[in-house]
Every structure is written in structure tokens, then in C-alpha cells.
């Protein structure tokens, strides 16, 4: 079993920069591999990136690249999912999952444990 936590959304305006957290307790954090997903109103929950039970692998969504960035702190067992010049498009409920078996799903319906989710909403 996995518990996931995740904290941070909010309210931005188009171009903020917002961090969320996830927090995961249970098993052995380096044992799985970890990813941020989001979920907006009347869509279909969407990978956003990825990062290895390593910390040494990431992987994102074309839209997100060059904005987002995945990092894993694992004596805290946290992930972070550091956004930048966010865009109205951005606003959705964003949850963080685990993953115990083979590395790059990105498929909502592959990862094992999920968190409750935080909001974000990005004001244009």
C-alpha cells in the first residue's frame, strides 16, 4: 500500500509559476516510479511527467516540456512538479500516482496507487 499527498495548487494568473508537492508514505519510495497527471473538467485524466524510482530518468508531455520539471526528493519521500509560465489550459485537478512496474506508462489505468488531487486554476 501507498498513500499519496499531494499539497500546492491554487489560484494563478497566466505566466505564474506554481510547485506542487506529493507526499508518499507506505512502501519503500525508491521502489516504484512516480508521475503527475491531470484531470480537467469533463476530460479524460491526462499524463503530465513522470520521473524513475532512481531520480536519474524523467519523462513529460510535449506540452509541458520546457516548463515543467519533475524532481524527487527521497529521504523525504516527495515529488515535486515545478510549473512554469502557466496557461489557462493548465487549470485541472492534478493528482500524483505510482507506479511498480516497467518504466514510460503513461496510460492513467497502468499506475497502481493515486493521490486525492490539488487544484490548479490558471486565470488568463
Known amino acids: 500500500q501507498v498513500q499519496l499527498v499531494e499539497s500546492g495548487g491554487g489560484f494563478v494568473q497566466a505566466g505564474d509559476s506554481l510547485i506542487l508537492s506529493c507526499a508518499a508514505s507506505?512502501?519503500?519510495?525508491?521502489?516504484?516510479?512516480m508521475a503527475w497527471f491531470r484531470q480537467a473538467l469533463g476530460k479524460v485524466r491526462e499524463f503530465v511527467a513522470a520521473?524513475?524510482?532512481?531520480?536519474?530518468?524523467?519523462d513529460y508531455t510535449n506540452s509541458v516540456k520546457g516548463r515543467f520539471t519533475i524532481a524527487s526528493d527521497n529521504p523525504k519521500n516527495t515529488v515535486y512538479l515545478q510549473m512554469n509560465s502557466l496557461k489557462p489550459e493548465g487549470t485541472a485537478v492534478y493528482y500524483c500516482?505510482?507506479?511498480?512496474?516497467?518504466?514510460?506508462?503513461?496510460?492513467?489505468?497502468?499506475?497502481?496507487?493515486w493521490g486525492q488531487g490539488t487544484q490548479v486554476t490558471v486565470s488568463s
Open positions: 507506505g512502501r519503500t519510495f525508491s521502489s516504484y516510479d
Open positions: 520521473i524513475s524510482r532512481s531520480g536519474g530518468i524523467t
Open positions: 500516482a505510482t507506479v511498480f512496474r516497467d518504466w514510460g506508462l503513461r496510460r492513467a489505468n497502468e499506475y497502481d496507487y
